[in-house]
């Protein structure tokens, strides 16, 4: 890399967090201090509005004009993203957990197999109940959101499901639940309790874990596709693809696959501790670890190391060159440079 990454800014959430959300167009928002909804400026960590919630331990997402948080507690709030304005809120969705946005249409639940697929109506929160094909208990992975040619870019979406029991993946139309496709795969796809299974790569593929060794590739157009058969089990944390390259955490090491022109690479040594889920940068992966260091690889392979000074829970890719990293009380903003090409 030409550059090393530099820490931009540090903030104190004055309690352990699990929610927050990076979203395209400079848009942070964090949930803390117990009982706070904040938007932050991405690059300086200043504030530009907060809001009271239930508690701190939620999930958010961000749509276009509206930023929404599921309490802990099972209220989902609908914020203005500008002002921070409420705009409504609905109870009585406790252990839905996941959220996901396409269009009009909010989908949640799954989490654990505790509440089923759920639609929640954007515009004013109501509830539209349908027959879900899958079972009471039987735990999904978080709803992913998958978008197509000629937008992809678009706000509509299908949404893509899969379940820790079933050997398939299933594209769900979510204005009315209808299913758009199955496929069959050699194990059911797997997921990190309350993580991402899946990773949008930069030619348009999702990108999993089927079992514990195989990755593979999901494209609407094209369907699934095995990619690379790892030799030992993989941990559950969904990987990277980015131009041809896959890349791989383990707690031991990290192995990067050229796809595109064959052979592999193991990087190591690694601090002690275990791997957080990988995320794409300006031009590779950052990869945290529960310790606090992190490993930038770009897409030549080349790596450059950080140490942060607290633990390390998880971490999400902002724009151009901005990531973060959040964990036991803290979020720091990086700036991850792209190196040559």
């Known amino acids: 890399m030409d550059r090393r990454a530099e820490v931009l800014w540090s903030r104190s959430l004055c309690l352990r967090s699990s929610a927050t959300t990076v979203a395209a167009r400079d848009v942070l928002v964090v949930a803390e201090r117990h ?93 539209d109940p349908f027959d879900s094909p899958y079972a009471p208990g039987e735990s999904l ?37 209808t299913a758009l496709g199955t496929w069959r795969l050699p194990a059911p796809v797997q997921f990190p309790d309350s993580g991402n299974a899946f990773h949008h790569s930069d030619d348009g593929r999702v990108v999993f874990v089927s079992g514990r060794r195989t990755v593979m590739s999901f494209h609407a157009s094209t369907g699934v596709q095995a990619l690379w058969e790892h030799e030992r089990d993989l941990p559950p944390l969904a990987p990277v693809l980015i131009g041809g390259k896959l890349m791989l955490a383990e707690d031991s090491r990290i192995t990067v696959v050229d796809l595109t022109r064959g052979g592999r690479t193991d990087i190591t040594p690694l601090s002690p501790g275990t791997a957080c889920a990988p995320v794409p940068t300006a031009d590779g992966a950052l990869f945290a670890r529960s310790d606090g260091n992190l490993v930038m690889i770009d897409r030549n392979g080349n790596r450059a190391d950080l140490r942060l000074p607290t633990r390390a829970e998880q971490s999400f890719t902002g724009d151009g060159t901005l990531a973060y990293v959040i964990g036991k009380g803290h979020l720091t903003a990086l700036d991850v440079p792209a190196g040559e090409r």
């Open 141 to 177: 992975a978080w709803p992913t959101v998958v978008r197509f040619p000629p937008d992809p870019d678009s706000a509509v979406g299908a949404v893509l499901l899969a379940s820790a029991s079933r050997p398939e993946l299933r594209l769900e139309d979510p204005q009315t639940g």
């Open 35 to 127: 009982s706070r909804l904040v938007r932050l400026d991405p690059r300086t960590g200043a504030l530009i509005w907060e809001q009271r919630v239930e508690d701190c331990w939620g999930t958010t997402a961000v749509t276009p004009g509206r930023c929404l948080y599921l309490s802990q507690r099972g209220v989902l709030h609908c914020f203005e993203l500008q002002s921070g304005r409420p705009m409504w809120s609905r109870p009585g969705l406790p252990f839905h957990r996941y959220l996901s946005v396409s269009g009009s249409v909010i989908v949640l639940g799954g989490w654990r197999g505790y509440q089923p697929v759920t639609r929640i109506g954007l515009a004013d929160g109501a509830c």
